[in-house]
């Protein structure tokens, strides 16, 4: 990779990294290439650090229960969900307001912990998330419940996402069917959204110009960065490839192979 003379000034001056976690951290349930040095090197300089993900199936407590298995110690502090983000949005535009919900636990207890409570009655939003127990009766549900005024939310904008038989419809496939029928569109908190990134800086205390982030993926987590005028690095280690990148009209600040060779 051909990196710039102050490569390593930029990295070291930085003292927060967001990072994205499928394709940077691990693949499926192998970790990846340079990871625990790079977690290493995080510890052992002190840097402020937030894995990211827009799924929102999992709590932060899970997701350190899943790492730990794969093994690596992340302490559950250290991620950041768009569940999380989702419900740090709804507390700041409806501060103890309601939400009916097809998700999984994990978007429930983050929506519980920001203040907002369960209502299948007349709710203030109706907030969609990832998860295999949707089916008709919720979906009619939403339906009444928008058309009845509730503001319908998405937790992230991703239409699908990998599994090991292929893909799986994700979040904004599982809206789409009650904005069709309710001719309401939802908004969608999760990456490239700049809501996200903002959420997670202030989760992480530091500034933009201290911060970096770090993702597999030009369409998602580097342009979030421009977005949110935040330094990028695109590891080569998950979607995006070397010969992809010149087909967007924005750059990552630095290419890498893998997060391992971000230790300076
Ligand atoms: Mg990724």
């Not at 069917?177 to 309710?182: K, Q, S, V």
């Not at 969608?188 to 970096?212: C, Q, S, V, W, Y």
């Amino acid at each position: 990779m051909n990196l710039p003379e102050n490569f390593k000034e930029i990295i070291a001056s930085k003292k927060g990294f967001i990072s994205d976690m499928d394709g940077v951290i691990y693949h499926g349930s192998k970790i990846l290439p340079g990871v625990e040095k790079f977690i290493k090197w995080l510890k052992d300089n002190d840097k402020r650090y937030l894995f990211l993900t827009n799924s929102s199936e999992r709590s932060p407590r899970e997701l350190s229960q899943k790492l730990q298995r794969l093994g690596l110690e992340i302490e559950e502090e250290n991620f950041y969900t768009s569940a999380m983000a989702t419900a740090e949005f709804l507390k700041s535009q409806c501060p103890g307001g309601s939400a009916y919900v097809i998700g999984e636990p994990g978007l429930v207890y983050a929506l519980y912990e920001a203040g907002i409570s369960m209502n299948d009655y007349n709710p203030d939003y109706v907030v969609i998330g990832e998860t295999r127990s949707y089916n008709f009766e919720k979906i009619e549900k939403a339906v009444r419940l928008v058309i009845g005024g509730a503001k319908l939310i998405g937790t992230n904008p991703d239409l699908t996402g990998p599994s090991e038989n292929g893909i799986f419809p994700a979040c904004k496939a599982l809206a789409a069917p009650i904005e069709i029928a309710t001719g309401k569109s939802a908004y969608f908190i999760g990456k490239p959204n700049a809501l996200m990134m903002r959420h997670a800086m202030k989760k992480l205390g530091t500034r933009r110009a201290e911060t970096m982030i770090i993702g597999d993926r030009m369409d998602t987590d580097i342009i979030a960065g421009i977005q949110t005028e935040i330094d990028t690095t695109l590891v080569l280690s998950g979607v995006t490839t070397k010969e992809e990148i010149s087909q967007f009209s924005y750059r990552p600040l630095f290419v890498l192979n893998n997060v391992g060779d971000l230790c300076v």
